[in-house]
């Protein structure tokens, strides 16, 4: 038992010093970055994004009229995370959050920034509307996801009905989704499906909100079934697999470090920067709410 958690260790070490100096920007975005002190005794704030380009292989790269340049992506989504010395707590913002992103972009929805401005310009974004610094920075990579969430033996996460027809749906070229209320175990292609599903055909009040809260369950998820059997067995391939997946500033001692506080921390219940509904330029946006960011920032970095 000690061999395989020691040899599983050396892989994700290997496997993330490879992919280290991978984020987008490079230094200019670790520039825009705050430092922060060791996550084993002090928390740190990460932005975690999704963006809507497309890998060249694997998961969603044959969908029709994707996007393959990461430069022009947009952020599909935009999370705190503020993880350390014991704490592990998260928040969401709606990527139709109406922001002033400056220069030749003006106002537009937040997550526009990455393509008008890149990394740099979404931090600034998100560090504006919050009020916080950001420390560090993942990008999640959705070609690899579903082979991490395979190595690891699926995940097991409690649903609304689904109704999900991505990109055309299955039939098209694209992914479905269908799914009963109540809980269900997912392999990597159909997590990642649920956590990209925004129109729920089977309940037309289902939102961007409800994909957020989901995403947030997934990664509760991800954490519960690390500790499974399946996953001990499989541990040197998910290891190896682990830093694949997200593009990053950390490189392998703080992700390692990352891993336990986020066990240290448990399982944060879902948090959403909710905001007034409106519309701006003939689209719909999310206009945020000064007191109500105020009050749900605070509650992420404090807990009350």
């Not at 997934?218 to 290891?239: C, R």
Request: charged fraction near 15%; include cysteine.
């Amino acid at each position: 038992m000690i061999f395989w958690v020691v040899l599983s260790a050396v892989l994700f070490f290997i496997s993330a010093s490879q992919d280290s100096g991978n984020l987008p920007g490079g230094r200019a975005t670790e520039a825009a970055l705050s430092s922060s002190g060791p996550m084993l005794i002090s928390p740190s704030t990460v932005l975690i994004l999704g963006l809507d380009n497309r890998p060249t292989t694997g998961y969603s790269s044959k969908e029709g009229g994707a996007n393959y340049n990461e430069a022009d992506a947009n952020t599909d989504s935009i999370m705190l995370w503020r993880i350390g010395g014991g704490v592990s707590r998260r928040l969401s913002i709606p990527r139709d959050t109406l922001v002033d992103l400056g220069g030749r972009c003006g106002e537009q929805k937040i997550n526009a920034a990455w393509s008008c401005g890149g990394p740099q310009l979404t931090i600034h974004a998100v560090e504006r509307l919050t009020g916080i610094k950001i420390n560090h920075i993942i990008v999640v990579d959705l070609g690899n996801f579903p082979k991490f969430i395979n190595d690891i033996g699926g995940i097991t996460v409690k649903t609304p009905r689904i109704c999900s027809n991505i990109s055309g749906g299955a039939k098209n070229g694209g992914f479905s989704l269908y799914l009963t209320a109540g809980y269900h175990h997912l392999d990597g292609t159909d997590a990642l499906t649920l956590a990209r599903t925004r129109d729920n055909s089977c309940d037309p009040a289902y939102n961007d909100f409800n994909r957020e809260a989901m995403q947030q369950q997934i990664m509760n998820a991800i954490k519960s079934q690390l500790f499974s059997v399946h996953a001990f067995i499989h541990l040197p391939w998910a290891a190896w697999d682990a830093p694949k997946v997200i593009q990053t500033d950390m490189g392998p001692t703080d992700l390692m470090q990352l891993f336990v506080s986020a066990e240290i921390g448990g399982s944060a219940p879902p948090e959403l920067l909710k905001e007034t509904g409106s519309t701006y330029n003939g689209e719909d946006v999310e206009l945020p709410n000064a007191a109500n960011v105020r009050a749900q920032v605070n509650k992420l970095m404090t807990g009350n």
